[in-house]
């Protein structure tokens, strides 16, 4: 495979090219400027400079907030120390706008932060996300915040890259930022940010999304993700690694997958697939035969199929494997059931056959979801 870089102002547009096709994108690595793509040579011209903003606002959650800028803030001490092949000047301000600016927000829980006034371009803004109930109102909750979605629309279209922690994408949301593009926040609001945004391209699952300019990341602590794949961006794996240990923090996760709890995500499926995810649930252990299940809802196979694909994008079958991983997730954390007695219990004869499916829907083995 060949690359080719190319500036374009302060945007760097990497050309791919393989034997099957050739592709370019853009996204919120090469809008650093000056900064060279780190999966072949991590390193910068000398005395490059960069600027990250944080935008404090009332009730923002503290962890997302501070947790960035410390990460960051070790990685550049851990970068300054490894010599001068990564000279790197990073400034990591956190800022407020409107009547906050230059004054002092309370995050969540109640402290005061003072926040600085945003001066100058930013290379990259970070939006942390705020403190909410389960069933918050999402109108209530971000009108007050009026001035910081301006500021991050304003900010977009100057040219900075954006990224959001957790339900911090809802701000991006509301600045028009999200829409057409593959986005992810905690999962726990996924369906709520789809619903209140239609025209972004969810993925529930991932931990940390670029696409173009905006990145995304899943929960609350998908900040310190956010901080590591920069790190990686910016001086390279290595250095993300070294971060890593001296934070005591794993460098690397790959999904929110095995952290869902689906007791806590209520369904909304259309009332057909309702009733057959309802039927499903109580013969979760028995043979699957989509004949005997299109006989019990007085349709055809073919008509079965195709009406829980249109409603959920799932066939049948996958609709019930879904159903058996969840319930395997919470047999698995709820009980001292061996793998097998679990693998029995949704279904399965075979451990191995099962382990192979619970690891494609979860993205780990159920040992491993269990020892977590």
């Known amino acids: 495979m060949g690359m080719r870089m190319i500036f374009v102002g302060s945007f760097m547009v990497v050309t791919v090219s393989t034997a099957r096709a050739n592709f370019r994108y853009v996204n919120i690595s090469y809008i650093l400027v000056n900064m060279v793509n780190t999966a072949s040579a991590p390193s910068a011209k000398k005395g490059t400079s960069l600027r990250i903003g944080i935008l404090a606002y009332d009730g923002c959650m503290g962890t997302q907030l501070f947790g960035i800028a410390e990460v960051l803030r070790i990685a550049h001490d851990l970068a300054q120390r490894a010599g001068p092949q990564r000279p790197i000047n990073l400034q990591v301000q956190t800022v407020g706008v409107g009547h906050r600016a230059g004054r002092v927000v309370r995050i969540a829980g109640g402290m005061s932060v ?160 309702e009733q057959l995810a309802q039927w499903f649930g109580q013969r979760i252990a028995e043979e699957y035969e989509l004949a005997q299940v299109a006989r019990a809802f007085h349709v055809s196979p073919s008509t079965l199929m195709r009406r829980v694909k249109s409603e959920t994008g799932l066939s049948p079958l996958s609709l019930l494997q879904q159903l058996r991983v969840d319930k395997a997730k919470q047999l698995l954390c709820g009980t001292n059931w061996s793998i097998a007695r679990i693998t029995e219990a949704v279904g399965y004869d075979d451990v191995v056959r099962f382990s192979r499916l619970f690891a494609r829907w979860v993205g780990e083995t159920p040992a491993r979801y269990r020892r977590r």
């Open 114 to 273: 003072a926040v600085q006034r945003p001066r100058g371009r930013y290379d990259l803004l970070i939006v942390p996300g705020l403190e909410i109930t389960r069933n918050v109102d999402w109108d209530a909750k971000l009108a007050p915040l009026s001035g910081e979605v301006a500021f991050i629309r304003k900010t977009f279209a100057a040219g900075t890259a954006v990224a959001s922690v957790c339900i911090g994408a809802f701000l991006l949301g509301e600045a028009g930022l999200l829409n057409g593009r593959r986005v992810t926040t905690a999962w726990l609001f996924a369906q709520d940010l789809a619903r209140r945004y239609p025209a972004v391209r969810l993925q529930p699952d991932a931990l940390v999304l670029e696409d173009g300019a905006v990145t995304t990341t899943g929960a609350v602590s998908s900040a310190f993700d956010l901080a590591f794949h920069l790190i990686k961006r910016l001086w390279g794996a290595e250095l993300a690694n070294a971060t890593a240990r001296v934070c005591v923090l794993p460098s690397q996760r790959a999904s929110q997958a095995p952290f869902v709890d689906s007791t806590l995500v209520p369904r909304s499926l259309p009332s057909f697939s």
